[in-house]
Protein backbone atom coordinates (compact mmCIF):
# COMPACT_ATOMS: atom_id res chain seq x y z
CA UNK A 1 0.00 0.00 0.00
CA UNK A 2 1.39 3.42 -1.20
CA UNK A 3 1.31 5.97 1.53
CA UNK A 4 -0.80 8.66 1.96
CA UNK A 5 1.04 11.68 1.63
CA UNK A 6 -1.13 14.14 -0.83
CA UNK A 7 -4.68 14.63 -0.47
CA UNK A 8 -7.16 16.38 -2.88
CA UNK A 9 -10.73 17.74 -1.86
CA UNK A 10 -13.31 18.90 -4.19
CA UNK A 11 -15.38 21.29 -3.59
CA UNK A 12 -18.44 22.94 -4.56
CA UNK A 13 -18.72 24.47 -1.13
CA UNK A 14 -22.14 22.80 -0.30
CA UNK A 15 -22.81 20.79 3.29
CA UNK A 16 -21.18 17.42 1.81
CA UNK A 17 -18.15 18.56 0.71
CA UNK A 18 -17.68 20.65 4.51
CA UNK A 19 -18.25 17.19 5.66
CA UNK A 20 -15.92 15.60 3.61
CA UNK A 21 -13.29 18.25 4.08
CA UNK A 22 -13.81 17.47 8.05
CA UNK A 23 -12.37 13.49 7.31
CA UNK A 24 -9.60 15.23 5.12
CA UNK A 25 -8.09 16.83 7.86
CA UNK A 26 -8.10 14.28 10.25
CA UNK A 27 -7.04 11.99 7.99
CA UNK A 28 -3.98 14.49 6.68
CA UNK A 29 -3.58 14.99 10.71
CA UNK A 30 -2.47 11.47 11.08
CA UNK A 31 -0.65 10.82 7.70
CA UNK A 32 0.84 14.12 8.15
CA UNK A 33 -0.22 14.41 4.43
CA UNK A 34 -0.34 17.51 1.88
CA UNK A 35 -4.22 18.97 1.11
CA UNK A 36 -4.91 20.76 -1.88
CA UNK A 37 -8.63 22.44 -2.23
CA UNK A 38 -10.36 22.27 -5.62
CA UNK A 39 -13.11 24.01 -7.01
CA UNK A 40 -14.51 22.64 -10.43
CA UNK A 41 -17.09 25.00 -12.23
CA UNK A 42 -19.04 24.93 -15.48
CA UNK A 43 -20.64 27.67 -17.98
CA UNK A 44 -23.97 28.07 -17.47
CA UNK A 45 -25.75 26.09 -19.75
CA UNK A 46 -27.26 29.15 -20.93
CA UNK A 47 -24.10 30.84 -21.76
CA UNK A 48 -22.93 27.60 -23.33
CA UNK A 49 -25.28 27.52 -26.34
CA UNK A 50 -24.56 31.20 -27.01
CA UNK A 51 -21.64 32.66 -28.53
CA UNK A 52 -18.98 34.61 -26.03
CA UNK A 53 -20.16 37.88 -24.90
CA UNK A 54 -18.50 40.61 -22.85
CA UNK A 55 -21.91 39.44 -20.44
CA UNK A 56 -20.80 36.07 -20.35
CA UNK A 57 -16.98 37.02 -19.85
CA UNK A 58 -17.47 38.92 -17.46
CA UNK A 59 -19.90 36.17 -15.67
CA UNK A 60 -17.29 33.63 -15.93
CA UNK A 61 -14.80 36.33 -14.45
CA UNK A 62 -17.09 36.43 -11.53
CA UNK A 63 -17.75 32.80 -10.88
CA UNK A 64 -13.81 32.45 -10.78
CA UNK A 65 -13.07 35.28 -8.57
CA UNK A 66 -15.73 33.85 -6.17
CA UNK A 67 -14.56 30.57 -6.66
CA UNK A 68 -10.74 32.21 -5.59
CA UNK A 69 -12.43 34.15 -2.38
CA UNK A 70 -14.06 30.99 -1.43
CA UNK A 71 -11.21 28.79 -1.35
CA UNK A 72 -9.10 31.07 0.19
CA UNK A 73 -11.42 30.85 2.94
CA UNK A 74 -11.91 26.92 3.55
CA UNK A 75 -7.46 27.43 2.95
CA UNK A 76 -7.71 29.80 6.14
CA UNK A 77 -9.71 27.21 8.14
CA UNK A 78 -7.86 24.15 6.60
CA UNK A 79 -4.60 25.64 7.83
CA UNK A 80 -6.29 26.69 10.97
CA UNK A 81 -7.40 22.93 12.11
CA UNK A 82 -3.85 21.31 11.16
CA UNK A 83 -1.57 23.71 12.90
CA UNK A 84 1.76 25.31 11.96
CA UNK A 85 3.56 23.71 8.82
CA UNK A 86 0.39 22.55 7.07
CA UNK A 87 1.05 22.21 3.54
CA UNK A 88 -2.39 23.57 2.30
CA UNK A 89 -3.20 24.42 -1.65
CA UNK A 90 -5.91 25.52 -3.81
CA UNK A 91 -6.70 25.36 -7.45
CA UNK A 92 -9.74 27.04 -9.52
CA UNK A 93 -10.75 25.03 -12.65
CA UNK A 94 -12.96 25.40 -15.54
CA UNK A 95 -14.45 22.32 -16.59
CA UNK A 96 -17.01 19.30 -15.89
CA UNK A 97 -16.31 18.64 -12.81
CA UNK A 98 -16.19 14.62 -12.49
CA UNK A 99 -13.40 15.08 -15.38
CA UNK A 100 -11.63 17.53 -13.73
CA UNK A 101 -11.08 16.11 -10.65
CA UNK A 102 -10.32 13.19 -12.05
CA UNK A 103 -7.91 14.49 -14.22
CA UNK A 104 -5.82 16.91 -11.50
CA UNK A 105 -5.93 13.74 -9.30
CA UNK A 106 -3.87 11.98 -11.95
CA UNK A 107 -1.17 15.16 -13.37
CA UNK A 108 -0.90 16.13 -9.76
CA UNK A 109 0.13 12.85 -8.32
CA UNK A 110 -2.67 12.66 -5.46
CA UNK A 111 -2.70 9.80 -3.37
CA UNK A 112 -6.22 9.85 -2.30
CA UNK A 113 -9.17 11.80 -3.38
CA UNK A 114 -11.46 12.70 -0.61
CA UNK A 115 -15.04 13.95 -2.02
CA UNK A 116 -18.80 14.61 -0.67
CA UNK A 117 -21.77 12.81 -1.53
CA UNK A 118 -25.26 13.98 -2.14
CA UNK A 119 -26.48 10.24 -1.89
CA UNK A 120 -29.16 11.43 -4.21
CA UNK A 121 -31.42 8.34 -5.33
CA UNK A 122 -34.20 7.81 -8.43
CA UNK A 123 -35.32 10.33 -10.62
CA UNK A 124 -32.61 12.96 -9.15
CA UNK A 125 -29.63 10.77 -9.63
CA UNK A 126 -30.64 9.73 -13.29
CA UNK A 127 -30.95 13.26 -14.76
CA UNK A 128 -28.17 15.07 -12.38
CA UNK A 129 -25.94 12.06 -11.72
CA UNK A 130 -23.71 11.54 -9.05
CA UNK A 131 -19.95 13.73 -9.42
CA UNK A 132 -18.87 11.35 -6.75
CA UNK A 133 -19.49 8.28 -8.53
CA UNK A 134 -17.89 9.21 -11.86
CA UNK A 135 -15.16 10.57 -10.34
CA UNK A 136 -14.35 6.88 -8.33
CA UNK A 137 -14.99 5.33 -11.55
CA UNK A 138 -12.06 7.86 -13.39
CA UNK A 139 -10.09 8.26 -10.53
CA UNK A 140 -6.34 7.17 -10.49
CA UNK A 141 -6.57 6.71 -7.31
CA UNK A 142 -8.34 5.59 -3.98
CA UNK A 143 -11.60 7.73 -3.32
CA UNK A 144 -13.14 8.40 -0.14
CA UNK A 145 -16.93 9.56 -0.26
CA UNK A 146 -18.38 11.38 2.20
CA UNK A 147 -22.19 11.39 2.38
CA UNK A 148 -24.12 14.30 3.90
CA UNK A 149 -24.60 14.20 7.45
CA UNK A 150 -28.10 12.69 8.58
CA UNK A 151 -29.66 14.72 11.14
CA UNK A 152 -30.11 12.67 14.57
CA UNK A 153 -33.06 11.82 15.84
CA UNK A 154 -34.23 13.75 19.22
Do not use: W
Amino acid sequence: MRPILKILVPTDFSSCAEEALHHAIRLARKFDANVTLLNVYSMPALIETQPISTVSAELMKGIEEASQVHLAKLKATVEKDLGSGARVQVASRLGVPYATIAEEAKVGNFDLIVIGTHGRTGLNHFFIGSVAERVVRLAPCPVLTVHEPKPRPL
